[in-house]
């Protein structure tokens, strides 16, 4: 990996507390709507578990958090974020949406996850693990914290295989989404930098066997509308 790249990991949360104001906005256009319909596809892939404990790292304004309450058999989510920013506005929307009884969202990291070991029922990450320093330890502490029969689910950003969804990717990712995002966020460069980081992230075969590594048991994947997105799962034995 490119080590300006690397270095900036380090306080990609500095990056997010500067564009919070206009994150949530900004997904929506720059997605077109499609981020939503991606996060609730964790709903279909539940731990067939009851009353569970969830905890969703990088939890940014608490977007998945507002999905997993919505499954019966989810009764606590914890959200953490290294950005203060990130993690207010999540706040004011759990109390508008009458949802901060069950929602818990604090400040963590994920890649040294705070919490004891096997004390939650499943962990999960929306467009966050490639924004870490060190993923591989990120997965290693997921492991920790989950319960046995516990699962992970990443949903991460990935690149199209056909030759013709890839250049029209390129072209939006690389050209678009960048000078869009950089005007109305008004930062000088955290969209360039968000594109960088997807372009230079591990996935398909290579993210899974990453979850192997770490220790997970059925580690699968879904590639999600033509390959711009994946959501990984991985269970605790
Ligand atoms: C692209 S946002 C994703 C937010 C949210 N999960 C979503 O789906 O919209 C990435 C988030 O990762 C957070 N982040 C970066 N490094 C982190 C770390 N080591 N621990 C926790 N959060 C981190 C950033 O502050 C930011 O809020």
């Known amino acids: 990996m490119a080590s300006g790249l690397q270095a900036r990991k380090k ?38 578990k009851k009353n569970m404990i969830t905890l969703d790292l990088a939890t940014g304004t608490g977007d998945v958090p507002v999905v997993l309450v919505k499954s019966p058999d989810i009764t606590k ?24 009884h069950i929602v818990d969202l604090r400040i963590g990291d994920g890649t040294d996850i705070s919490l004891p070991d096997s004390s939650v029922d499943m962990v999960t990450i929306s467009f966050g693990i490639r924004n870490f320093s060190d993923p591989k330890k990120s ?75 770490a220790g997970f048991k059925n580690s699968t994947y879904d590639v999600l509308t033509f390959g711009i997105a994946t959501l990984y799962r991985g269970d605790k034995a």
Do not use: C
């Open 11 to 48: 306080e990609s949360w500095k990056i997010f507390d500067d564009i919070a104001k206009t994150y949530d906005p900004l997904n929506r256009l720059l997605s077109m709507g499609i981020d939503v319909y991606w996060r609730h596809k964790l709903l279909k892939h539940l731990p067939n």
């Open 77 to 100: 989510v914890i959200g953490m974020d290294l950005s203060k920013g990130m993690v207010e506005i999540g706040q004011q929307k759990m109390k508008k949406h009458g949802l901060d």
């Open 139 to 213: 997965l290693k502490e997921i492991l920790r914290v989950l319960r046995p029969g516990g699962r992970v689910q990443i949903m991460e950003f990935s690149i199209p295989k056909n030759w013709f969804f890839r250049k029209v990717y390129f072209f939006y990712f690389r050209n678009l989404l960048p000078f869009i995002g950089n005007i109305i966020s008004g930062h000088k460069d955290a969209y360039t930098y968000l594109n960088e980081t997807v372009e230079d992230f591990a996935y398909g075969e290579e993210f899974k066997g990453w979850l192997e590594e």
